[in-house]
């Protein structure tokens, strides 16, 4: 699924480049551009996981291959929750990852936005 500001803004949401498969910023957003999960920080988490495993599956990646992940939140004392999602996530195949406070998404209802780098080689 492209996400409207991927024409918009002029970005793809996968990039290869040689052995590694970038995902760009990706946030809880369904097919009809609406805010899955508003106020959930745990729920947004895992859609947007979802997102990135879907991106991925149309590279021929899978999630054991990602190597870093980046957080940006707009609540970093809700941290436990979107650090559930992600370990979850990731528990067997953990990659490097940073968790930032940002002081806003591009949507208000928005609290949480991955970036995901995984390495195919």
Do not use: K, N
Not at 14 to 20: L, N
Not at 23 to 49: I, K, R
Not at 79 to 94: K, S, V
Request: hydrophobic letters at 45%.
């Amino acid at each position: 699924m492209a996400a409207r500001w991927e024409e918009a803004y002029g970005y793809r949401r996968t990039v290869r480049a040689g052995p590694f498969v970038l995902v760009a910023g990706t946030t809880a957003v369904g097919e009809d551009g609406a805010v899955l999960g508003p106020g959930d920080a745990y729920a947004q988490t895992v859609y947007a996981l979802d997102l990135i495993e879907e991106a991925l599956g149309r590279e021929g990646v899978r999630m054991d291959q990602v190597v870093r992940t980046r957080l940006y939140v707009t609540d970093i004392s809700r941290c436990d929750e979107f650090g559930r999602a992600h370990q979850e996530r990731f528990a067997d195949a953990r990659p490097v990852s940073a968790m930032v406070e940002v002081s806003a998404l591009m949507d208000p209802r928005m609290l949480v936005e991955i970036e995901a780098d995984a390495y195919v080689g």
